[in-house]
């Protein structure tokens, strides 16, 4: 893979100067996305941004649906030498508090009210304890609000000349994105303009995009998928986005046809949903030739289901993480059905190992935890510690999952070292969902382990002993999670009461006992 000499700014310039009027980023109300206004308005805030005193190497933090600002907000950043982080919408006060505070951020992008949740009253309550949080900027807020700024204010078309922009340096950090660890506190990963680059072009060359294709792109931008495969590739590709702000079905499918939708990576949910409605409504999708389906588990039936309801598409497993996306592209030839089914992917642009608890290879088609390399590896998280944890000194990433490689040169995964629940593309820490239950009054001891979901792949299940055998009610525990502030996606769905947790010698519990035990339960059921 031949690596970039040119950054987003420098894309979004040539293509804001070659070809203004065309398309970039299609937008389901009609209000597309064109090279040359996007980059006005980039620049625009860039400008502004520079008048509020930040400069390169300062955070800014956007908590954004996908909106055309994130965009403009993004190119402005790289203009100006601004490291970005997304923050996931959903988020609410304990995971943004401590987002916000770890990466240092200086500007925080914000809808005023999205979705019935007012985002600005969580930074009112927030920024006390956010000193490094200088300047708070309203994204669609009709009213003003004391002490936040308005977008609109600062994308307002202005005179003189743009700000400096700072020299391309492929190393330098691009972007903080937080994922959830086995510990429970978040991590900051670090992508460079390089490494994340690098994960667009291995998808661009195994799925061969290029000016006429078309990414749907339901996926929040915030997600390394959304952000990465939403945003940056329709700079530095020739292929364009069609951003969805909230997935359905049904909106879906008109879509993909009125905009020639080609192909979509995104999770396990969306592809069964879209299989379903094709077969319920007679409808063969013909534009769309691909679907690149991962961060949850894949029915193998599904990918099969996908070729007979869509007429031209061929859907396949791909893996990855935020810290190394894409290990995998996928199976596309007819041929190779069985392949994309069975197995998360063929490797592609990856050195990959299968390793003991030594980190020393295995022979091929052992089970073992799955190490990788590549150009499109994070530079290390926030924290020299759990990088060092994490990679070793070879340069090879513990990927946590535990898996083989075929002979075809595609991973299996089999099982997870990392206690992480996948809710629909979402990672979840169990670890933070138990250190807050532990908080409880009542309860002694709390685990928290994956449950099949029918829709969303997995999710979460609470093994509660608590004091004198008091049985607590569903509604009484997610009053106190809301009381605590964790996403309500976090919260379990199902509660296992017991006397005692079964352990191992050294006293850590044994969740694989619970896994089987709760799904024991839903199979009886």
């Avoid at 959304?226 to 945003?231: L, P, Q």
């Avoid at 099969?304 to 935020?322: E, I, Q």
Wanted: hydrophobic share 40%.
């Amino acid at each position: 893979m031949q690596l970039r000499t040119k950054n987003l700014a420098d894309y979004a310039e040539e293509k804001a100067t070659n070809c203004p009027q065309e398309v970039a980023i299609y937008v389901e109300d009609g209000s597309h996305i064109y090279f040359g206004c996007i980059f006005e308005e980039a620049m625009s805030l860039a400008a502004s941004l520079s008048d509020l005193g930040l400069k390169a190497g300062d955070v800014v933090s956007f908590q954004l649906p996908n909106w055309r600002e994130a965009v403009a907000i993004d190119i402005a950043a790289v203009w100006l030498g601004l490291v970005v982080n997304p923050v996931i919408p959903i988020y609410r006060d304990r995971e943004v508090a401590f987002i916000l505070a770890d990466s240092r951020a200086r500007c925080l992008f914000i809808p005023g009210t999205y979705r019935g949740y007012n985002f600005s009253e969580m930074i009112e309550r927030l920024s006390p304890q956010l000193p490094d949080l200088q300047h708070v900027i309203s994204v669609r807020h009709e009213n003003s609000i004391d002490g936040v700024i308005q977008y609109e204010d600062l994308t307002r078309q202005r005179g003189g000349p743009a700000p400096d922009k700072q020299p391309t340096d492929m190393a330098a950090v691009k972007v903080i994105m937080y994922t959830s660890g086995t510990t429970g506190r978040a991590k900051a990963v670090r992508h460079s303009h390089q490494s994340l680059a690098c994960a667009i072009d291995n998808g661009v060359e195994a799925w061969g995009l290029g000016a006429e294709d078309v990414m749907l792109m339901p996926s929040p931008v915030t997600h390394i998928t959304g952000f990465a495969n939403g945003i940056e590739q329709a700079f530095i590709s020739d292929c364009k986005t069609a951003f969805m702000e909230r997935w359905d079905v049904d909106k879906a499918v008109a879509y993909i046809d009125e905009v020639g939708a080609t192909g979509c990576v995104s999770a396990t949910p969306f592809l069964q949903e879209l299989v379903d409605k094709a077969k319920r409504d007679s409808l063969d999708l013909p534009s769309l030739r691909f679907f690149a389906c991962g961060g949850a588990s894949v029915p193998p039936n599904l990918i099969g289901d996908a070729h007979r309801a869509l007429a031209n598409c061929r859907s396949f497993r791909v893996y990855g993480c935020t810290e190394a996306p894409l290990i995998t592209a996928g199976f596309m030839r007819p041929e190779e059905e069985s392949l994309a089914a069975t197995t998360d992917g063929r490797i592609n642009n990856w050195d990959v190992i299968i390793a003991d608890d030594e980190g020393d290879p295995l022979t091929q088609g052992a089970d073992g935890e799955i190490l990788v390399k590549g150009p499109a590896m994070m530079m290390g998280y926030g924290e020299e510690e759990q990088t060092r944890q994490s990679i070793d000194k070879r340069g090879y990433f513990y990927t946590g999952d535990i898996g083989h490689i075929t002979p075809e040169g595609a991973i299996v995964i089999t099982d997870r070292k990392k206690d992480i629940i996948i809710r629909g593309g979402e990672n979840i820490s169990a670890r933070e969902i138990e250190d807050i239950l532990h908080q409880h009054a009542i309860i002694v001891e709390a685990a928290v382990v994956a449950i099949p979901h029918e829709r969303l792949g997995e999710g979460v299940c609470v093994f509660l002993v608590t004091r004198d055998a008091v049985q607590l009610s569903m509604s009484e525990l997610q009053a106190f999670l809301l009381q605590s502030g964790l996403a309500k996606q976090k919260w379990p769905q199902r509660i296992e009461h017991s006397s005692a947790l079964e352990k191992t010698a050294s006293g850590k519990v044994r969740k694989d006992v619970l896994r089987k035990k709760v799904k024991a339960l839903i199979q009886s059921a």
